[in-house]
């Protein structure tokens, strides 16, 4: 077994994005794994997705200990997310051989990205019209049905292509259900993607092309990383995690569904643009609040 350090490096740093947006794992690190270290799709999946099955006990023990999990809940999403994520692998097995199921992973791949992207954006727009209307935080009631299919369609995404336990469940469960804190929301989805990923992993060590060497790399970085990105999460802003995690899901998601490099390069001077607005913009804005106020004459 072959442990490779920068891929170690890597999965500390993708640790740390994980323990401070509580999302990004797979859907960082598989991409990553494909365009940095020209791993194969396939493989690159497999090992990510029996890495994060290592991963994810660490922080569900912790949310369990604090009660920010919703039983009832995990109990109808697991039903729905385990046999979909075995299935997915199946599928993905299904597709064919070689060259060809590598280029379709690759497809899956980024526009799950893009979907992932898209997710975290929808879930701030979410949080923040929940947060306006006031909605008050009582204890959910669980609706079967919709819930079982939130988990069919994540596990099969998961299945896929190790992208989605994180990003799409917790938005599709902030959707389903908006009086969800974001403690409970990380922590409900953190315990049901347990089974989900251990399911999906199953059928990765079955069928698909599990490498131990590049796993091992990743827990050794990723594992401290978690820690050291949860020890930190209560002071970083998330107004600027998000933006970064978004920035480069859309990047990886475009490079791996053959984006040129132009439109790449494109993306990145607009990003930066639209950064910078946003920083002027916030030190304005800062500046008028901290404006002292006229001493009104009587």
């Not at 992208?163 to 409900?188: D, F, K, N």
């Not at 978690?226 to 600027?240: E, F, H, K, M, T």
């Amino acid at each position: 077994m072959h442990i490779d350090l920068l891929i170690a490096a890597t999965g500390f740093a993708v640790g740390v994005v994980v323990g401070l947006t509580g999302m990004g794992g797979g859907a960082l690190m598989t991409p990553l794994l494909v365009l940095l270290f020209k791993i194969q799709p396939l493989a690159a999946v497999s090992s990510d997705l029996v890495a994060a099955f290592v991963m994810k006990p660490v922080g569900a023990g912790v949310h369990l200990r604090r009660g920010t999990v919703h039983l009832d809940l995990v109990k109808w999403l697991v039903l729905g997310s385990v046999p979909a994520a075995f299935s997915g692998v199946l599928l993905l097995k299904a597709l064919g051989d070689g060259a060809v199921v590598q280029d379709r992973i690759k497809l899956v791949l980024g526009a799950a990205l893009l979907i992932a992207a898209a997710s975290i954006l929808a879930k701030q727009r979410v949080a923040a019209r929940r947060s306006a209307a006031g909605t008050p935080g009582e204890p959910p009631v669980a609706r079967p049905l919709a819930t079982v299919l939130v988990g069919v369609a994540g596990g099969l995404i998961v299945g896929l292509s190790s992208v989605g336990s994180g990003s799409l469940m917790i938005v599709l469960l902030l959707v389903l259900y908006p009086q969800l804190s974001a403690r409970e929301l990380v922590g409900t989805d953190l315990v049901q993607a347990i089974p989900l990923v251990g399911s999906a992993a199953l059928g990765h060590l079955l069928f698909g092309d599990f490498r131990l060497g590049v796993t091992a790399s990743l827990l050794l970085g990723s594992l401290p990383g978690v820690y050291v990105g949860a020890r930190i999460s209560s002071r970083a802003p998330d107004a600027l995690i998000r933006p970064i995690l978004v920035f480069v899901l859309t990047l990886s998601g475009l490079k791996l569904l053959g984006a040129s490099n132009s439109v790449v390069g494109a993306c990145i001077a607009v990003a930066a643009v639209l950064g910078a607005v946003v920083a002027v913009r916030k030190r304005q804005a800062r500046v008028v609040l901290d404006a002292p106020v006229p001493a009104r004459i009587s």
